[in-house]
C-alpha cells in the first residue's frame, strides 16, 4: 500500500488555531450585536418606565427592562473578554512555535545535513525536507561563521552587506518579510539578470483552440465527475503533447445547476534543448549560458525566474489577457491548477490582486510543485500533491503547515516499477507519471481521504458537470540585455563633454561678441 502523509487540513494545529480564530471573530460580532441591543434596550426600559408609571403591574415590567438591558451589557463583555483570551492564546502559541523553531533550526539543519550525507552516500535520492531547510537556514549559518572567522570588524562589514541586502530585496518584493529562501531566489535572480541571463519580458498571448467549437470558440472536452483522477486528466491537457509548446488551458465546467465555473492549467518546465537528466549538460556553464539566455518558452529556466522572484508578474498579466479573450465573466467562478513550474504559477498568480479583485478564486491544485513560499488565501481551499524527495520542491523551502482548507499530501512511495532516474536531477518523485499514479492511490486510501474530506467535497461541488476548453500560447518578448547603470552615467557625461565643446568652437576665443572684457582700474598714486 501507497505510504503518503498529510499536513495541514481541519485536523491539524493551524487548521484548530484558524478555527480559534473565526470563533474569536464570532464572539466579536455578537459582543457588538448585544451592545447594540443593550443601548435600544435600556432606552426602550426608559420609556417603558415612564409610560407604566400608572400601570400596576409597571414595577415588575420595569424591572423586567432593565434586567433585560443588564443581561445583554453582561453579555456583550463577557464576549468580547473571551475572544480577547482566545486571540492572547493563539498569539502566544504561534509565538511559541516561533521561539522554538529558530532555536531548532541550527541543530536541525546539522541532522538534515548528515541525513542527506548517508543519502548521498547509499545512492538514494535526498529528502525534499533536507534540502529545503539547506536552502532556507543554510545561508545565515554560513554568513554566522563567515563572522566568527573574520572577527568583530569582518562581522560588522558582513552584517552591513546583509542588511542592505535585505532592505533591497524588501523594497523589490514590496514585501515586509522574507524568507531566507526567498531571500536566496531573490539575491540569485538579481544576479543572473543583471548578467543579462534568463531575461524576463512580457507575453504576447494567442488562440490556438484547435477541433470543432461552439459559437463562442469553446471546444467540447466530455464531462467531470468531481474527482481527482478527473482533475489529474484535465490538468493534462496543458501538456505541450496536447496542447503545443509554451501553451496553457483555460476550461469552463457547466455544472448541473447551470452555473459555470472556470479552469486554468499550467504545464510543467520545458527546458527545450537542455537535458535535464544529464548531469554533464546540466552543469556546465557554457551549455548553461548557452540555453539560459532569452527565451520565448514561457515555461522554461526564465519562467522559473520570474515565478520564484517576481511572483509570476507577467504570467498574472497574460492570463488576465486571456480569461478576458476567453469571455470568463468578472465575479465567476475559477481552480487554479498546475504541474512542477506551472503548480508554482497556479498559487502565486491565484493570489495576485490583478486576478482575486476580478474573480472568485475557489480552489487552488498543484501537483509537484514548488509554491512552499505563496500565502494562499485561509478562505481558498489548497490541495497540494508532492514526493517526501522531490527535489524541486524543495527549491521553495520547508513544506509549510497548512489551515483548515489547505492541505499537503507528502507521497513517501514510488510506484512499483517506477524509474530512479525519470525526470532527471528532480528525482524519480518528480515524474508526472509516477506522481499522477501515486495521487490516484493516494485518495484512495481510506486514512488520506478522511483527512481531506473537506477539500474533496468542496472540489466535487464545483468539479461535476459538462466541460469545454480553449487553448492559449505565450510567447515571450525579448526585454533586451540590461545595460550597466555606469555606462550611462558615462555616456551621459560624454555626451555633456561634447556639447560644450561644440559650444566653444562654435563661440570662437571670446565669451562676448563685444570682444575681450575690459577692465577698469583706480589711477596709481603719483
Do not use: C
Amino acid at each position: 500500500m501507497l505510504m503518503a502523509s498529510v499536513v495541514g487540513g481541519a485536523s491539524s494545529i493551524q487548521g484548530n488555531l484558524e478555527e480559534l480564530e473565526r470563533g474569536s471573530q464570532f464572539l466579536k460580532d455578537i459582543a457588538v450585536r448585544a451592545g447594540v441591543l443593550g443601548a435600544k434596550a435600556t432606552a426602550w426600559s426608559g420609556a417603558l418606565s415612564f409610560a407604566t408609571l400608572t400601570v400596576p403591574s409597571g414595577a415588575q415590567v420595569r424591572a423586567r427592562a432593565v434586567e433585560v438591558s443588564s443581561g445583554l451589557a453582561w453579555l456583550a463583555t463577557e464576549s468580547y473578554g473571551l475572544a480577547e483570551g482566545v486571540d492572547f492564546a493563539v498569539a502566544g502559541y504561534r509565538q511559541a512555535e516561533r521561539v522554538v523553531e529558530e532555536q531548532m533550526s541550527s541543530l536541525m539543519l546539522a541532522v538534515s545535513g548528515t541525513r542527506m550525507l548517508g543519502d548521498l552516500v547509499t545512492g538514494q535520492d535526498i529528502r525534499t525536507e533536507d534540502l529545503a531547510r539547506l536552502l532556507e537556514d543554510g545561508p545565515e549559518a554560513v554568513l554566522n561563521l563567515l563572522h566568527v572567522g573574520f572577527g568583530p570588524a569582518g562581522g560588522l562589514a558582513l552584517g552591513t552587506v546583509a542588511n542592505v541586502t535585505e532592505a533591497g530585496l524588501k523594497l523589490i518584493t514590496d514585501n515586509p518579510e522574507l524568507s531566507q529562501t526567498e531571500a536566496l531566489w531573490m539575491l540569485a535572480g538579481g544576479v543572473v539578470g543583471t548578467a543579462g541571463l534568463l531575461r524576463v519580458g512580457r507575453y504576447d498571448t494567442t488562440n490556438t483552440t484547435k477541433g470543432d467549437t461552439d459559437a463562442q470558440g469553446w471546444a467540447e472536452a466530455g464531462r467531470a465527475d468531481g474527482s481527482i483522477a478527473w482533475l489529474l486528466k484535465h490538468q493534462e491537457g496543458s501538456f505541450p503533447e496536447n496542447a503545443g509548446e509554451s501553451s496553457m488551458q483555460v476550461g469552463r465546467i457547466t455544472l448541473d445547476s447551470g452555473e459555470e465555473v472556470y479552469t486554468v492549467s499550467y504545464p510543467g518546465s520545458q527546458f527545450d534543448d537542455l537535458d535535464i537528466s544529464d548531469p554533464d549538460e546540466l552543469f556546465n556553464p557554457q551549455q548553461l549560458l548557452q540555453d539560459f539566455g532569452f527565451e520565448e518558452n514561457a515555461w522554461g529556466a526564465t519562467g522559473m525566474r520570474e515565478g520564484m522572484t517576481l511572483g509570476s508578474q507577467h504570467v498574472a498579466d497574460a492570463t488576465v489577457e486571456i480569461l478576458a479573450e476567453a469571455g470568463v465573466p468578472e465575479g465567476a467562478k475559477v481552480i487554479f491548477s498546475g504541474y512542477s513550474q506551472g503548480g508554482m504559477h497556479a498559487s502565486t498568480v491565484a493570489t495576485n490582486p490583478k486576478i482575486t479583485d476580478v474573480y472568485d478564486v475557489k480552489a487552488v491544485v498543484t501537483y509537484g510543485a514548488p509554491d512552499h513560499h505563496v500565502d494562499h488565501d485561509p478562505d481558498t481551499i489548497y490541495l497540494g500533491f508532492q514526493h517526501i524527495r522531490d527535489r524541486a520542491t524543495a527549491l521553495s523551502g520547508p513544506v509549510p503547515d497548512g489551515g483548515v482548507n489547505h492541505s499537503r499530501v507528502i507521497l513517501e512511495d514510488l510506484p512499483a516499477g517506477a524509474d530512479p532516474d525519470e525526470s532527471g536531477a528532480f528525482g524519480a518523485g518528480h515524474s508526472w507519471h509516477n506522481l499522477e499514479e501515486m495521487t490516484r492511490d493516494a485518495v484512495a486510501d481510506p486514512v488520506v481521504r478522511g483527512q481531506l474530506e473537506h477539500q474533496l467535497q468542496h472540489l466535487s461541488g464545483i468539479t461535476t458537470g459538462a466541460v469545454a476548453t480553449k487553448t492559449y500560447s505565450l510567447q515571450r518578448r525579448d526585454p533586451g540585455v540590461p545595460r550597466n547603470p555606469l555606462d550611462r552615467i558615462a555616456e551621459g557625461a560624454h555626451s555633456v563633454m561634447q556639447d560644450v565643446g561644440k559650444n566653444s568652437r562654435t563661440l570662437g576665443p571670446t565669451t562676448s561678441p563685444l570682444g575681450p572684457p575690459r577692465i577698469s582700474m583706480p589711477p596709481l598714486p603719483s
